[in-house]
C-alpha cells in the first residue's frame, strides 16, 4: 500500500497494464472483519474515508 506504488506496480502501469493498488481490498477486508467480529453493520463510508485519509498522509 506504499504510496506511490511498488516498483512493479510502476513497471506494469508503464508498459500498459491497468493495475490496482489493493487499498479497496484492505478495506473490504477490514469491513468483513469488523461484521464478524461484532455482529453488526460496519460504518463503511467512515472506514473508507479514515483509510484513504491514512493512505495520503492527513492522518497518522
Known sequence: ???GGTQL?????AAG????SGISLLL???V???R???D??????IMRQVLYR???GDIK
Open 1 to 3: 500500500y506504499k504510496k
Open 9 to 13: 506496480y510502476r513497471d506494469a502501469t
Open 17 to 20: 497494464s491497468r493495475v490496482l
Open 28 to 30: 473490504y477486508q477490514g
Open 32 to 34: 468483513e472483519s469488523f
Open 36 to 38: 464478524l467480529w461484532f
Open 40 to 45: 453488526v453493520e460496519p460504518p463503511v463510508a
Open 54 to 56: 491514512y493512505y495520503e
